[in-house]
């Protein structure tokens, strides 16, 4: 199992978000988690990457059988934690080829490994950006700044593609997208997966998972999961909705 | 008759005029130059060191800041000289035209003053002495300004470069003005220096400052010729009280580009008054000052359009740690008929610490109805969210906040044309940012 939540309680602000979520994720596995607003799905995903503010109060996140919650986020990211956010924020100032580097020569040190060579590094970039239509002048630019929505979340899968994580946790990657770009999207999340990959899919809708096809599909409500099944089960939720969940966890 | 009650005399005051006193027959120059210098004194004299109730200088109160005045710096010894040679570090990487000053003395054996077709490099006071016609011409003149800290240099200007690039000379090599406090005792330096660059000439200006904790009152008159270009760096990083004071007129059609760093600098008043007296001008006016302890910088800028079509483009940052203190106060002024300005200034500080504090006051004073002008202000933490999003790469908190820090200075350093004084500027921003650890 590479990822075991164990009755996560969360607070955000003295407001409960997660209620004694429990999950398992296994090793190479593609789960998407679906749910209605408001019911902690970002929550979830922040909690994993370590963002500050929300408290854990309760329950247990092992990845590889540690726990992680005390772990800085940037630790987290060595050890093959990944998010892919929901609004990619702009970071003016900062290349982006500049980032990508300072990232993966960072977490390749947590680890104790050797940073990359400048010319191993630009021919890896370079290859993982053409796959997913990203061209070399917004490589030059400041991180997301001047990116459209569609460009934002490739961006976010390149850095994926670059980093190489264990678990990928994708928030709402097809929000705001385009058809195109969501197909764009998708095939970039496709090739990266791999047996030795899991990652949490995080969506509103079904129209995501006709893309990247997840082997489990959890439903949250009011901060837990409270239905899992096959990939049949986001049929099912388009067809029928999230009331039957939310009225069942009242 | 103007009465004006004032409060005793500090310490420093009545230590400065009787330097003044001690000092007035020995001081070079004669004729309207001693007049101008007469006059001057009897300004500073009856108005004092500025202090907070003098608009233009109420958050850098120099009747509190400056306890003492020191004496006036004796002609440098061997040991300054040596330290002189080693000083101007920051620009050091360029290939530029060094004119050496220990304590405020220009030592020509230390400068560069080998011949160059167009240019004409004298100290201010050997032409203060032989009433040079272009000292004579331009000093005190180039913007009449009843700032006290300006008539107290005029006072007691000693020494200081004039420059003189004629018309449609390009300088070959940029010109950097080297300032070192030598001396083991802490001494007081009055320097005025007078740059014109004719019509249609082009050149390139340095200056920096370091050392000990002495005090320094400069002021640079600039007068720019009508289709010239003048880019104008300025580095600060003394340990003592600095003033420094730029006077410029500039002409039609010409450029003026200027950058100020002021880092690890511990108290700096770096005033600015730019006339565009020409039209079809265009001035960039930049500056980051980088802060920590509890060093103070104080940047004050008056920029007058009095003809019309020209544009102004101010930016200044400053990244503030421990107890820093940063002043911003920008003026523009756009005088009747000077239609078709277009004037922006912006500031920006960044809060490292809940005991810095970030002044900033713009100010926009329009006489003319067709102009565009703006500024902004702003003032804040490093955003937690950006911060978050660099960690979760891999990235550290450190490491995450010097990127964030660069990135903030360096969207202005990048403005920067010209590409020597661009990168050893940030350079030195990068050698603060790694000293923070």
Redesign the interface.
């Known amino acids: 199992m590479l990822l075991e939540i164990k009755n996560l309680h969360v607070e955000v602000e003295d407001k409960k978000i997660l209620n004694g979520l429990t999950l398992s994720i296994e090793k190479g596995q593609v789960a998407a988690i679906m749910g209605p607003n408001g019911s902690g799905k970002s929550t979830l995903a922040y909690v994993l990457?370590?963002?500050?503010g929300y408290t854990v109060t309760e329950g247990e996140v092992l990845l590889n059988g540690a726990s992680i919650l005390d772990m800085?986020?940037?630790e987290?990211?060595?050890k093959g934690v990944?998010?892919a956010?929901q609004y990619?924020?702009e970071?003016?100032?900062?290349a982006t080829m500049t980032?990508l580097r300072?990232?993966?020569n960072?977490?390749r040190k947590?680890r104790g490994e050797e940073e990359f060579s400048t010319p191993a590094f630009i021919k890896l970039v370079r290859d993982q950006a053409n796959d997913l239509g990203i061209n070399q002048e917004m490589l030059r630019r400041?991180v997301n700044v001047g990116f459209s929505g569609g460009e934002k979340k490739r961006n976010e899968i390149l850095?994926m593609a670059i980093?190489q994580p264990l678990l990928a946790v994708l928030d709402e990657t097809d929000s705001g997208l385009d058809i195109d770009a969501l197909k764009t999207v998708s095939e970039g999340v496709n090739r990266l997966r791999s047996p030795e990959r899991s990652m949490i899919v995080i969506t509103h809708y079904q129209r995501l998972l006709d893309y990247i096809v997840p082997d489990v599909v959890h439903v949250m409500a009011k901060g837990k999961v409270v239905k899992s099944g096959g990939k049949e089960l986001a049929l099912e939720l388009e067809a029928k909705g999230y009331a039957q969940y939310t009225d069942e966890a009242a | 008759m103007n009465v004006e009650v004032r409060a005793t005399k500090t310490a420093a005051e009545q230590a400065l005029s009787s330097a003044y006193e001690g000092v007035r027959a020995k001081l070079p120059g004669k004729g309207a130059l001693a007049s101008l210098r007469e006059e001057a004194f009897k300004r500073f004299d009856a108005a004092g060191l500025p202090h907070r109730r003098v608009e233009e200088w109420k958050y850098t109160d120099l009747r509190v800041l400056m306890r003492d005045a020191f004496p006036l710096a004796a002609p440098p010894d061997a040991a300054g000289k040596k330290i002189g040679k080693e000083a101007g570090k920051i620009f050091a990487a360029l290939d530029s035209r060094r004119l050496v000053f220990v304590d405020g003395a220009f030592v020509p054996e230390l400068s560069d003053l080998t011949t160059e077709t167009g240019l004409t490099i004298t100290s201010m006071a050997a032409a203060l002495a032989k009433g040079d016609a272009l000292v004579a011409k331009h000093v005190g003149k180039t913007f009449e300004t009843d700032d006290a800290a300006v008539a107290l240099n005029a006072a007691l200007m000693g020494d200081g470069a004039v420059i003189h690039v004629a018309a449609g000379t390009e300088l070959k090599r940029p010109i950097h003005l080297v300032f070192a406090a030598g001396s083991d005792t802490p001494s007081a330096s009055f320097v005025r220096s007078l740059i014109v660059v004719d019509k249609g000439a082009r050149a390139v200006i340095a200056e920096s400052h370091d050392g000990g904790a002495s005090q320094m009152n400069c002021a640079l008159e600039l007068v720019i010729g009508d289709e010239s270009q003048v880019d104008y760096f300025k580095a600060t990083q003394t340990r003592g009280l600095h003033v420094g004071s730029l006077l410029l007129t500039a002409g039609a059609k010409a450029v003026f580009n200027t950058f100020a760093l002021n880092s690890d600098a511990a108290l700096v008043r770096n005033q600015g008054f730019f006339r565009f007296a020409g039209e079809g001008t265009h001035g960039a006016i930049r500056g980051v000052n980088l802060l920590r302890g509890k060093e103070h910088v104080d940047t004050t800028l008056l920029i007058e359009h009095a003809a019309g079509h020209c544009d102004s483009r101010e930016q200044f940052k400053s990244v503030l740690d421990d107890q820093g203190h940063n002043v911003f106060q920008g003026k523009i002024v756009v005088k009747p008929h000077a239609q078709k300005t277009d004037s922006k200034m912006m500031t920006r500080a960044l809060l490292l610490s809940d005991e810095a504090e970030a002044d900033n006051k713009p100010e926009l004073e329009i006489f003319a109805d067709d102009v565009v002008c703006g500024h902004g202000a702003t003032a804040g933490a490093l955003?937690?969210?950006?911060k978050?999003?660099?960690?979760?790469?891999?990235?550290?908190?450190k490491?995450?906040e010097a990127?964030?820090i660069?990135?903030?200075i360096?969207?202005t350093v990048e403005e920067i044309e010209h590409e020597g004084f661009r990168d050893a500027l940030m350079a030195a921003a990068l050698q603060w940012l790694e000293a923070r650890g």
């Open positions: 990457a370590g963002k500050p800085a986020p940037d987290r990211a060595a990944f998010l956010f990619p924020v970071v003016p100032g900062v980032f300072t990232s993966l960072a977490q947590l400041s850095q980093l | 955003d937690p969210g950006l978050f999003y660099l960690m979760s790469r891999g990235i550290d908190d490491q995450a990127l964030l660069q990135a903030f360096g969207e």
